[in-house]
Antibody
């Protein structure tokens, strides 16, 4: 059974860079058509999509965060990472990693991705 | 600010049927993009409940059903149980200038 596990510092200072890693087990990150994504949830609030990465390294980011986000992949260790720069208190949230699965694929593209497997989440607080 | 709007809360007695709406626009649900639903129990990560508008993953009870029409989608829970008390989120894709996957605002289901 696929398992995702987030790891990283639980406290980051304002203006610094938040870094988290998601380790995939029970499956491979080398999965065709699947993407690997990050979602966050501020305390008491809803879910916000951050972005994703394909095992070959192509990325897609939420335009509202794009200028500060970098997602990378380490296929040798079946893990992918999130970096969010210039953080403020508004970036305090539980950060989830998840696998993105397509609803269907044509010969050239895949469509209607959804999150079929989630990590347990990692709370990151931004405070001095 | 989410582009998918859900009611903040719905409630029902055990055994009753409740529905949660997810209202979008012509750039997301109305553009033909699928709607997916997630259940988030207190203190837990979200869990996939419905994918592709109306499909249940293995293990999800058939008390949960989804539908989509026009620019909106709905999640129905029949035979409401105490264990269904949770937050529920819809999710789709928005193909406007800010193209990205988007979540609904979330709905808290309370079992009376």
């Amino acid at each position: 059974q696929l398992r995702l596990q987030e790891s990283g510092p639980g406290l980051v200072k304002p203006s610094e860079t938040l870094s988290l890693t998601c380790t995939v087990s029970g499956g491979s990150i080398f999965s065709s058509n699947y993407y690997w994504g990050w979602i966050r949830q501020p305390p008491g609030k809803g879910l916000e999509y951050i972005g994703n990465i394909y095992y070959r390294g192509s990325t897609s980011y939420n335009p509202s965060l794009k200028s500060r986000v970098t997602i990378s992949v380490d296929t040798s260790k079946d893990r992918f990472s999130l970096r969010l720069s210039s953080v403020t208190a508004a970036d305090t949230a539980v950060y989830y990693c998840a696998r993105e699965k397509p609803r269907y694929c044509s010969t050239t593209n895949c469509y209607n991705y959804y999150f079929d497997s989630w990590g347990q989440g990692a709370l990151v607080s931004v405070s001095s | 600010q989410s582009v998918l709007t859900q009611p903040p809360s719905v409630s029902g007695a055990p055994g009753q049927r409740v529905t949660i709406s997810c209202t979008g626009s012509s750039s997301n649900i109305g553009a033909g993009h699928d709607v997916h639903w997630y259940q988030q129990l207190p203190g837990a990560a979200p869990k996939l409940l419905i994918f592709g508008n109306s499909n249940r993953p293995s293990g999800v009870p058939d008390r949960f059903s989804g539908s989509k029409s026009g620019t909106s989608a709905s999640l129905a829970i029949t035979g409401l149980q105490a264990e269904d008390e949770a937050d529920y989120y819809c999710q789709s894709y928005d193909s406007s200038l800010s193209a990205s996957k988007v979540f609904g605002t979330g709905t808290k289901v309370t079992v009376l």
